[in-house]
């Protein structure tokens, strides 16, 4: 076959295409040739790469990790996140800070409960970017000196948890509480705990063990 047999041109009237492409690829092939540059931007407004995929490597265009620090139990941490990472995500999985638990990872049982500036926040609706800057308080950070809180040491004296999940997050709703409300009624505890759910039903136990921190405390 000589040069002119490959170059031959289409029959009169027809129209001859060439793909620049393989026949067959994949996203994230064509993302790494093109490296989501000016090619891959001219083929995505050419149609040439579907919708769907235009739309998810803009979304992949913009992941990466970034270096922050973040305050936690009195100590100052640095990480790398994605800008989507969760304070509780951030606590869990990359500083090793367990207390906080992921079980809804919607915002509605209060099991990641954690206070922010003394106030109490979901770890896992609460970005980690968002939590620097701010003093952040886990279950963990309220031991001093190997002695257990008073709220802790009276979950544990009135026999306030069963499977222990939702422990941690009625115990951070509580010593929140007592550091504004030194002397609650059962009312107000009942209210302060209202975010929080435990699927073992020890409400009256946790209630209980409120009031005696409370006068633990006093």
């Known amino acids: 076959m000589n040069d002119h047999d490959k170059l031959s041109p289409p029959p009169s009237g027809e129209t001859q295409t060439v793909s620049l492409l393989p026949q ?31 739309q998810t490597a803009k979304a992949d265009s913009f992941k990466g990790l970034t270096s922050i620090q973040l305050n936690v139990n009195g100590q100052t941490r640095t990480l790398a996140v994605e800008p989507r990472t969760t304070l509780l995500s951030a606590l869990r999985e990359q500083l090793d800070t367990t207390g906080p638990k992921e079980v809804c990872d919607r915002g509605e049982c209060g099991a990641c409960t954690v206070l922010m500036n003394g106030k109490p926040v979901l770890a896992c609706m609460t970005l980690a970017f968002d939590a620097m800057g701010k003093e952040i308080l886990t279950v963990e950070g309220l031991v001093k000196g190997g002695k257990l809180d008073p709220v802790q040491q009276a979950f544990v004296e009135k026999d306030a948890l069963m499977c222990g999940f939702c422990t941690p997050g009625f115990v951070m709703s509580v010593r929140a509480l007592l550091n504004k409300n030194p002397n609650p009624t059962e009312a107000e505890v009942r209210k302060a705990v209202s975010g929080n759910l435990c699927r073992c039903g020890t409400y009256p136990r946790v209630f209980e063990a409120a009031l005696a921190a409370a006068k633990a405390s006093l």
């Open 24 to 54: 067959k690829f994949s996203r994230r092939g064509f993302l790494k040739v093109t490296g989501g540059g000016a090619l891959g931007s001219a083929l995505l407004s050419t149609g040439v790469l579907p919708a769907s995929a235009a």
